[in-house]
């Protein structure tokens, strides 16, 4: 595993790498994090678990939940010798009440019955819990990119909002992020996953399951490893910082690829 100075862990060894949608929802998100005193943490859907490395190394004592097999074994690659990490394919009895703060990104929109799935990380905060949620943007967004990855739904901001307050969550923060990089990458990342999505369907005699394109989702770096690096040289590295701190001019339009919402239990 390695550590950029801006972007992060990053395991090429086992295929994963942070790419800018992720940097660009990571980058939101920690500055929310670091205003926050350490507690209980879970990660729903950690995906490679870099964050959890993060955070853990920020003083948070934290769990993850993670469904995908692949992913989980390269979360717990990430995290092998960390002991304030512990990963999980299922929900844990002792949850109920646990938690401090939960933290989903890109999770909701995998899942069909989303209220339900709301309701029940809402059984796991403490009664003065935090949950933090990131979701993609605009069912006029909708590209093969979705498909790939097995979403259900994008999210529309005023249905996002009735949602969450009717599970019962006060809404303290409301994000609209990556914009105007995110909006850049999303067409390339749709060409991309369109081609993969045609190669799929002239190789395989089944098309796959969308529990199989949820599994591969937040792991899956089909790109070769030099695109990461090239990312990574200074030069490129310094324009990626100027577009992660261009973001927060936008984050209180509806312009972005995505949501962030902070929200604690009523």
Request: positive net charge.
């Amino acid at each position: 595993m390695k550590i950029h100075w801006l972007y992060g862990p990053s395991a090429e060894e086992r295929g994963w790498f942070p790419l800018p949608s992720y940097l660009l929802r990571r980058h939101r998100l920690m500055r929310l994090l670091r205003r926050i005193p350490p507690g209980r943490l879970l990660e729903i859907g950690c995906g490679a678990g870099t964050l959890l490395y993060e955070l853990s190394r920020m003083g948070f004592t934290c769990s993850a939940l993670e469904t995908s097999d692949q992913a989980r074994g390269v979360a717990k690659h990430v995290n092998h010798d960390n002991p304030k990490v512990d990963i999980f394919h299922q929900p844990q009895q002792k949850w109920l009440g646990e938690f401090d703060y939960i933290i989903a990104l890109e999770v909701l929109e995998h899942i069909e019955k989303d209220e339900v799935a709301l309701r029940q990380w809402s059984s796991w905060l403490c009664p003065s819990g935090a949950l933090f949620v990131s979701v993609p943007a605009g069912m006029s967004r909708w590209t093969e990119s979705d498909i790939w990855a097995g979403h259900f739904r994008r999210y529309e901001k005023a249905g996002l909002i009735e949602l969450l307050q009717r599970v019962g969550f006060l809404i303290l923060g409301f994000e609209s992020y990556g914009f105007p990089l995110a909006n850049l990458v999303e067409p390339i990342r749709a060409r991309y996953h369109g081609k993969q999505l045609e190669n799929e369907r002239d190789s395989q005699p089944q098309i796959l399951s969308r529990k199989s394109r949820n599994d591969r989702s937040g792991v899956d770096r089909s790109l070769p490893v030099f695109v990461y690096r090239l990312m990574s040289c200074f030069p490129i590295a310094v324009v990626m910082f100027f577009f992660l701190q261009l973001q927060g001019l936008f984050v209180h339009t509806d312009l972005g690829a995505g949501y962030l919402v902070h929200m604690r239990r009523k």
